[in-house]
C-alpha cells in the first residue's frame, strides 16, 4: 500500500483529503505544519506529499528549500493551495513538485493526480 503524508493546517481540507485518499485504499499522514512535516518526512518513507503552501511554523515552499539544502531525499510532492498565481507555479516546479492544483479541487481530478504520481 501506498504512503501518503498530508500537510495541511486546516482541519476541513485534512479531512476531506484523508477521507479521500482513505477511500481509495492508501495509508494516510498527516502533519498541521511544515515543521511537523520536516520531521516525518525525515524520519519516515512516503510514496508521496500533499503539500499546503501558507502553513504555521515553516511554511511549504520554506519547507522544500530546507528538505533540499540538508540533501534529504524529498518524495514526489503535490501542491494543493490556494494560491493560483503563475509565479507559485513556478516556484513549486523550481522546487521539484510534479504537481500543483489550486484549492477548491476537483475531487476527480485529484484522486488522478494522486494515482499518477503514486504509480
Known sequence: ????????DNPTNMKLFADILDAKGYIVFKAYDGVEA???????SFDLVILDI???????????????CDNLNCPKT??????AMDKDK?????LGC????????DIVNFITIVEKLTS
Open 78 to 83: 503535490l501542491i494543493v493551495s490556494a494560491f
Open 38 to 44: 520536516y520531521d516525518k518526512i525525515k524520519s519516515g
Open 90 to 94: 513556478q516556484t513549486a516546479k523550481a
Open 54 to 68: 501558507q502553513l504555521p511554523k515553516l511554511d511549504g515552499f520554506s519547507l522544500l528549500r530546507k528538505l533540499q
Open 1 to 8: 500500500m501506498k504512503k501518503i503524508l498530508i500537510v495541511e
Open 98 to 105: 510534479e504537481n500543483y492544483i489550486t484549492k477548491p479541487i
